[in-house]
């Protein structure tokens, strides 16, 4: 019973989807010299999840906060995985990048947010009207698995797109675990 609840919410909310986003990240993701992923919380386990397969895909790509972060600089991007947009730790970083002249990309539950409205683009996963309340899916939980398979998809498109193979993405897999 729990499994197809699930299984349904998260299918209504890729349903409710903007289609052209695959597109339109991949060349956010092309045009940008190295590309920034941050989120706090469970969506900053999210965005570590899909900052893992952009490397695994061929980009240059950091998880804000790590020690080995390099600085933003004028042409990377900043993807903001935020549920509410609202988070404090997350409004200061893309203040910072916006200042330094990165590109901000929001991907939220909601449209309108603070820092939507910093962001150069935002990618509302499904719509408001569907993250209300769902028994067994507490706090968060719509948002964070919904964009799991959202941003799986968006490394679907670009491999797929790209013809990369999965012999390529395997070479670039960690081999000291």
Do not use: C, W
């Not at 900043?78 to 947009?85: D, V, W």
């Amino acid at each position: 019973m729990h499994q197809q609840l699930i299984i349904d919410k998260i299918s209504g909310i890729l349903a409710a989807t903007d289609d052209s986003y695959d597109q339109k990240l991949t060349t956010l993701l092309d045009q940008a010299k190295r590309v920034f992923v941050s989120g706090a919380g469970r969506s900053g386990l999210i965005g570590r999840f899909f900052a893992m397969r952009l490397m695994h895909s061929g980009y240059d790509v950091s998880v804000v906060g790590e020690i080995v972060t390099p600085s933003i600089k004028a042409g990377d991007l900043l993807i903001i995985i935020s549920g509410s947009g609202e988070t404090e730790q997350l409004i200061a970083f893309t203040k910072r990048a916006k200042e330094i002249g990165a590109k901000i990309l929001l991907i939220s539950a909601k449209s309108d947010s603070t820092i939507g409205d910093l962001a150069d683009a935002v990618f509302q996963v499904g719509t408001s009207e569907l993250y209300g309340k769902v028994k067994g899916m507490p706090m968060g939980t719509v948002f964070e698995l919904s964009t799991l398979f959202f941003l799986e998809a968006i490394i679907s498109h670009i491999i797929h797109e790209k013809g990369i193979p999965e012999e390529e993405m395997r070479s670039r897999h960690a081999n000291l675990e």
